[in-house]
């Protein structure tokens, strides 16, 4: 519900704050007043496009705040926040701030956190619903009639979605398996081929690294070969220099009883012959591991050539190769069962489509009852509204299968015919005027327990009628405005006093010039004001006794 609007340097209103509360609020004043300038204001506040000519003359910028009671706002602009991370606390208002620079620039504020234009028009149909004799928007567009219908129904929506979205899911989960297998049967000979190939070549996990050890390690040995021999001839032979070691060892052994140095000198040698014993001992082995075989070398070269010439054909690392074949494998095995698991999700699909037709089905006949039941409520408000020769029709004809959806199979639309043997055609462009203005008026009595905006905004709804047909109007604006759907709330701009005779709270909006400067300017009125503004209603520019009275009647007959 809006509770409260404050307006800086809007056209002609230079500083304004405004508190509403809940039932039928009128606004009225003379024509020109500025009735338009409070919409326009509201309408920045909700997202509209930020005009620069909306900005008072002289100033630098304009600013709206409109308040809402946040814990009696339908439970969709939770979900709105919610998804746009905008934090509102529960016993918080909500309130909506933009501001308009001269040159058109203009910023957006939640509760004081920044947002963008697109999220106060993503609110705005779940805050304030405005009705005017040229509105396209509301009850007046088609693609909002079958949600309306919906919940005059009372239907389950929700299921036949989810019905939906099941079907939808196995449809699609077909298609993509039946997509996998053509791909794979076309690529079966190129798939045996290469599988073939691979199945040779027998690649092994770490491979590589090996074979490329193993081919260092050869290629090292064949630098090493001439050192390796060059020290191999000073081990071996009578000649070599641990022969002679080992000589001189023998010679002193004999004498080395004789003398104490002698005995360390033998020990020094016998040291002397181990170390170099062990180092015969490694440079044997060493040129054992180190052997050069050109023919291993070139069969280590070969293999490396072949595992990384099909790990580039396959795109991918030699280490990759075992995990090739074995998707290869699964690709295959995949062709070869594919049919039974296609018959399984063709299966899916079939109890999927078989469920959602039911539902969907169901749902329309729902919705063709409650089509029957709101047509009539609907008739029993033309005639009071003066549009007795109107008729009104809720169409609800089934779509051609390719444009079902999440929705169900129905199309619908409300339709009107504004003369007897008329043809039946949209709401919005048979009505004229001020009979699109009381069509609305009727839809929305009949539609008032079910919900909609926080708040209901009618503009001038009765314009060019008067007496008993004005006095029907005010009456079903204060009956809707009392029903629970819309939140209790509904303002109604109007210049019939048997409307502002009807409201709970009473406003009058007034022009007025100090030389160059104008301004608007709107006063909520008490009793008196109340009856003095419907008496001017009444008479026009001089208020008469007898206007007085008039006013006073029509405020008892409430």
Same mark, same amino acid.
């Given at each position: 519900?809006?509770?409260?609007?404050?307006?800086?340097?809007?056209?002609?209103?230079?500083?304004?704050?405004?508190?509403?509360?809940?039932?039928?609020?009128?606004?009225?004043?003379?024509?020109?007043?500025?009735?338009?300038?409070?919409?326009?204001?509201?309408?920045?506040?909700?997202?509209?496009?930020?005009?620069?000519?909306?900005?008072?003359?002289?100033?630098?910028?304009?600013?709206?705040?409109?308040?809402?009671?946040?814990?009696?706002?339908?439970?969709?602009?939770?979900?709105? %926040?919610?998804?746009?991370?905008?934090?509102?606390?529960?016993?918080?208002?909500?309130?909506?701030?933009?501001? *308009?620079?001269?040159?058109?620039?203009?910023?957006?504020?939640?509760?004081?956190?920044?947002?963008?234009?697109? *999220?106060?028009?993503?609110?705005?149909?779940?805050?304030?619903?405005?009705?005017?004799?040229?509105?396209?928007?509301?009850?007046?567009?088609?693609?909002?009639?079958?949600?309306?219908?919906?919940?005059?129904?009372?239907?389950?929506?929700?299921?036949?979605?989810?019905?939906?979205?099941?079907?939808?899911?196995?449809?699609?989960?077909?298609?993509?398996?039946?997509?996998?297998?053509?791909?794979?049967?076309?690529?079966?000979?190129?798939?045996?081929?290469?599988?073939?190939?691979?199945?040779? %070549?027998?690649?092994?996990?770490?491979?590589?690294?090996?074979?490329?050890?193993?081919?260092?390690?050869?290629?090292?040995?064949?630098?090493?070969?001439?050192?390796?021999?060059?020290?191999?001839?000073?081990?071996?032979?009578?000649?070599?220099?641990?022969?002679?070691?080992?000589?001189?060892?023998?010679?002193?052994?004999?004498?080395?009883?004789?003398?104490?140095?002698?005995?360390?000198?033998?020990?020094?040698?016998?040291?002397?012959?181990?170390?170099?014993?062990?180092?015969?001992?490694?440079?044997?082995?060493?040129?054992?591991?180190?052997?050069?075989?050109?023919?291993?070398?070139?069969?280590?070269?070969?293999?490396?050539?072949?595992?990384?010439?099909?790990?580039?054909?396959?795109?991918?690392?030699?280490?990759? *190769?075992?995990?090739?074949?074995?998707?290869?494998?699964?690709?295959?095995?995949?062709?070869?069962?594919?049919?039974?698991?296609?018959?399984?999700?063709?299966?899916?699909?079939?109890?999927?489509?078989?469920?959602?037709?039911?539902?969907?089905?169901?749902?329309?006949?729902?919705?063709?009852?409650?089509?029957?039941?709101?047509?009539?409520?609907?008739?029993?408000?033309?005639?009071?509204?003066?549009?007795?020769?109107?008729?009104?029709?809720?169409?609800?004809?089934?779509?051609?299968?390719?444009?079902?959806?999440?929705?169900?199979?129905?199309?619908?639309?409300?339709?009107?015919?504004?003369?007897?043997?008329?043809?039946?055609?949209?709401?919005?462009?048979?009505?004229?005027?001020?009979?699109?203005?009381?069509?609305?008026?009727?839809?929305?009595?009949? %539609?008032?327990?079910?919900?909609?905006?926080?708040?209901?905004?009618?503009?001038?709804?009765?314009?060019?009628?008067?007496?008993?047909?004005?006095?029907?109007?005010?009456?079903?604006?204060?009956?809707?405005?009392?029903?629970?759907?819309?939140?209790?709330?509904?303002?109604?701009?109007?210049?019939?006093?048997?409307?502002?005779?009807?409201?709970?709270?009473?406003?009058?909006?007034?022009?007025?010039?100090?030389?160059?400067?104008?301004?608007?300017?709107?006063?909520?009125?008490?009793?008196?004001?109340?009856?003095?503004?419907?008496?001017?209603?009444?008479?026009?520019?001089?208020?008469?006794?007898?206007?007085?009275?008039?006013?006073?009647?029509?405020?008892?007959?409430?």
């Amino acid at each position: 519900m809006l509770t409260a609007l404050a307006i800086r340097n809007i056209v002609l209103i230079e500083a304004l704050d405004l508190s509403f509360t809940d039932g039928l609020g009128v606004l009225t004043g003379e024509t020109g007043a500025g009735k338009s300038i409070l919409l326009d204001a509201l309408g920045l506040a909700l997202g509209m496009r930020a005009e620069s000519t909306l900005v008072r003359s002289g100033e630098a910028q304009a600013s709206v705040v409109a308040s809402f009671e946040f814990d009696r706002l339908p439970p969709a602009i939770r979900a709105v %926040l919610n998804e746009a991370e905008v934090d509102v606390e529960p016993g918080e208002p909500l309130l909506i701030k933009r501001r *308009l620079k001269a040159d058109g620039g203009s910023k957006a504020f939640i509760n004081d956190q920044p947002v963008g234009a697109a *999220l106060l028009r993503e609110l705005a149909p779940h805050l304030v619903e405005l009705h005017g004799q040229h509105d396209d928007r509301g009850l007046v567009n088609p693609r909002g009639h079958r949600a309306l219908v919906d919940r005059y129904a009372g239907a389950d929506v929700v299921a036949v979605a989810q019905a939906w979205a099941a079907w939808r899911n196995a449809v699609d989960a077909l298609e993509l398996a039946k997509g996998a297998i053509a791909q794979a049967a076309e690529d079966r000979d190129l798939l045996l081929a290469h599988l073939a190939e691979l199945t040779t %070549l027998e690649p092994q996990h770490g491979e590589e690294e090996q074979l490329a050890q193993a081919r260092a390690t050869m290629q090292k040995g064949e630098r090493l070969t001439g050192d390796l021999t060059e020290l191999a001839k000073l081990w071996a032979g009578s000649d070599s220099a641990l022969a002679g070691l080992r000589s001189a060892a023998r010679r002193l052994d004999r004498i080395a009883s004789e003398h104490p140095l002698l005995a360390e000198a033998l020990a020094a040698l016998d040291r002397a012959v181990i170390e170099a014993s062990e180092a015969e001992t490694s440079l044997e082995r060493a040129a054992d591991a180190l052997a050069h075989d050109p023919a291993a070398l070139d069969r280590i070269e070969l293999r490396l050539f072949e595992l990384r010439a099909a790990a580039r054909k396959h795109h991918c690392q030699v280490d990759d *190769l075992p995990h090739k074949m074995h998707d290869m494998r699964d690709a295959l095995d995949g062709i070869e069962h594919g049919e039974a698991e296609l018959a399984a999700l063709e299966a899916a699909v079939a109890v999927g489509a078989a469920d959602y037709r039911a539902r969907a089905e169901a749902l329309s006949a729902q919705r063709s009852a409650a089509a029957a039941k709101l047509d009539a409520a609907v008739a029993l408000e033309l005639a009071p509204l003066k549009l007795d020769a109107a008729q009104f029709q809720t169409s609800v004809q089934q779509l051609p299968e390719d444009q079902w959806g999440a929705g169900g199979i129905d199309r619908v639309e409300f339709l009107i015919s504004t003369n007897p043997g008329a043809p039946f055609g949209p709401l919005n462009k048979i009505a004229s005027g001020g009979e699109l203005s009381r069509f609305i008026l009727a839809l929305k009595v009949a %539609l008032a327990e079910q919900g909609g905006a926080a708040t209901v905004i009618f503009d001038e709804i009765d314009r060019g009628v008067g007496g008993a047909v004005a006095s029907a109007i005010g009456e079903r604006l204060a009956r809707l405005a009392s029903a629970n759907g819309n939140g209790g709330q509904l303002l109604a701009v109007t210049h019939s006093p048997q409307v502002a005779a009807r409201g709970t709270t009473h406003y009058v909006i007034a022009k007025s010039s100090e030389g160059t400067v104008t301004r608007t300017s709107v006063h909520l009125l008490d009793e008196a004001g109340r009856q003095e503004e419907i008496a001017r209603m009444l008479s026009g520019a001089e208020i008469t006794a007898e206007a007085r009275a008039q006013a006073d009647r029509l405020l008892e007959r409430v």
